[in-house]
C-alpha cells in the first residue's frame, strides 16, 4: 500500500509543471519534494505546519485523522467535487482545473488552519489512488474513529 500514497518524481514533476504559476500550492510541492513524493507525510507536516502544536501537542496521528475525517466527511459525498475530479481526469493537462480542485478543497473543509498547501498534498493524493479509493481508505477502521 505504501505506494498509493506516493507520487512518483514523474507525478511530482507533472504537479509542478501544471501549478508553477500557482504561488499557494510551492510549499506543498517543496515539502513533497522533502518527503521524496510521500503524501501523508507531507500531510502530517503541512498539517503541524498550519495547526500549530498549540492545539494538538505533538500528536501528528490525532492531527491527521482530524483532518482525514473532515475530508471524507464533506468530498465523499460532494457530488461537485467528484464531477471536478472526473472532468481533471479528462484534461490532465489543465492547471486551471487542478487549482480549481484545489480551491474548491480550500473552500469546502471548515478547519481554522487549512491551507491551500495541505488541499495541494489532498488533491493530488485523490487523483493518485481515486476518489472512491480516498474514501474507503481512509475509512476508519476501528469503533474508535467514530463520533
Known amino acids: 500500500m505504501a505506494m498509493a500514497n506516493t507520487l512518483s518524481t514523474a507525478e511530482l514533476q507533472s504537479a509542478q509543471a501544471l501549478l508553477q504559476n500557482y504561488a499557494p500550492a510551492q510549499t506543498a510541492l517543496e515539502n513533497l519534494h522533502q518527503h521524496r513524493g510521500n503524501l501523508?507525510?507531507?500531510?502530517?507536516?503541512?498539517?503541524?505546519?498550519?495547526?500549530g502544536s498549540a492545539v494538538y501537542g505533538e500528536d501528528r496521528k490525532t492531527l491527521r485523522q482530524v483532518l482525514v475525517a473532515n475530508l471524507r466527511r464533506e468530498l465523499?459525498?460532494?457530488?461537485?467535487?467528484?464531477?471536478?475530479?472526473?472532468?481533471?481526469?479528462?484534461?490532465?493537462?489543465?492547471?486551471?482545473?487542478?487549482?480549481?480542485?484545489?480551491?474548491?478543497?480550500?473552500?469546502l473543509i471548515a478547519l481554522p488552519w487549512m491551507s491551500p498547501a495541505i488541499a495541494t498534498v489532498v488533491?493530488?493524493?485523490?487523483?493518485?489512488?481515486?476518489?472512491?479509493?480516498?474514501?474507503?481508505?481512509?475509512?476508519?477502521?476501528?469503533?474508535?474513529?467514530?463520533e
Do not use: H
Not at 501523508?40 to 503541512?46: F, G
Not at 467528484?82 to 473552500?107: C, F, H, S
Not at 480516498?134 to 474508535?144: G, H, I, K, L
Open 40 to 51: 501523508e507525510a507531507s500531510l502530517e507536516d503541512l498539517s503541524m505546519a498550519a495547526a
Open 76 to 107: 465523499c459525498g460532494d457530488d461537485s467535487f467528484r464531477e471536478k475530479v472526473e472532468e481533471y481526469n479528462k484534461n490532465p493537462a489543465q492547471a486551471a482545473l487542478l487549482t480549481g480542485l484545489i480551491v474548491y478543497v480550500v473552500d
Open 123 to 146: 488533491v493530488l493524493w485523490i487523483l493518485k489512488i481515486g476518489l472512491r479509493t480516498f474514501c474507503d481508505y481512509t475509512e476508519p477502521s476501528d469503533a474508535q474513529g467514530n
